[in-house]
T-cell receptor, first 116, second 111 residues
Framework: EAQVTQNPRYLITVTGKKLTVTCSQN?????MSWYRQDPGLGLRQIYY???????DKGDVPEGYKVSRKEKRNFPLILESPSPNQTSLYFC???????????????FGPGTRLTVL | RKEVEQDPGPFNVPEGATVAFNCTYS??????FFWYRQDCRKEPKLLMS???SGNEDGRFTAQLNRASQYISLLIRDSKLSDSATYLC????????????FGPGTRLSVLP
């Protein structure tokens, strides 16, 4: 089954304690991205990656890091989490076919993070 | 600054009603357009792409007006299962790297 998986699904942590949220896709997609979703603000892109070893900042990258060592995995790293990073996080992957009109994003189930 | 704006909602409609959602985008160079559906606390899922000629999928019709930078979604004969948040999404890049999401419009279909 084609899917995007994220772990953990729920996490409560404390300020300053480094954490990693994993993301994996089994569709051989080149393009992956991370979003955060906050009430009233919609989904905002944190980072994206167009292929292995190619990553770039989205709209709200401060306080986050990513890596893309393998095509299927795109972990999100919070080196020193703060309460303003409490949010719902989604990972997504896209085939990047070159036909922008048909590029569909497939989302993971989300990770609800609370930073105390 | 790139922006996608939508009707603030929420929309509360009876079963069987027709409901229309509107969306505007600020980047005239945007490449492609979509409507996504998001159920409460779940991941967004593609509802339909939006083409310049307009397109229909069952009870759902999407329209795009590039000149006015306006996108619409029409739902006919609303079902209880249509209750969700509808997200207008604009892709500003050629290879999917600049998806910009609107804040969403919540729809509740009432029995």
């Amino acid at each position: 089954e084609a899917q995007v998986t994220q772990n953990p699904r729920y996490l409560i942590t404390v300020t300053g304690k480094k954490l990693t949220v994993t993301c994996s896709q089994n569709m051989n997609h080149e393009y992956m991205s991370w979003y955060r979703q906050d009430p009233g603000l919609g989904l905002r892109q944190i980072y994206y990656s167009m292929n292995v070893e190619v990553t770039d900042k989205g709209d709200v990258p401060e306080g986050y890091k990513v890596s893309r060592k393998e095509k299927r995995n795109f972990p999100l790293i919070l080196e020193s989490p703060s309460p303003n990073q409490t949010s719902l996080y989604f990972c997504a992957s896209t085939e990047a076919s070159g036909r922008a009109s048909t590029d569909t994003q497939y989302f993971g189930p989300g990770t609800r993070l609370t930073v105390l | 600054r790139k922006e996608v704006e939508q009707d603030p909602g929420p929309f509360n409609v009876p079963e069987g009603a027709t409901v229309a959602f509107n969306c505007t985008y600020s980047n005239s160079a945007s490449q492609s357009f979509f409507w996504y559906r998001q159920d409460c606390r779940k991941e967004p899922k593609l509802l339909m792409s939006v083409y310049s000629s307009g397109n229909e999928d069952g009870r759902f019709t999407a329209q795009l007006n590039r000149a006015s930078q306006y996108i619409s979604l029409l739902i006919r004969d609303s079902k209880l299962s249509d209750s969700a948040t509808y997200l207008c999404v604009v892709n500003e890049g050629w290879y999917g790297q600049n998806f910009v999401f609107g804040p969403g419009t919540r729809l509740s279909v009432l029995p």
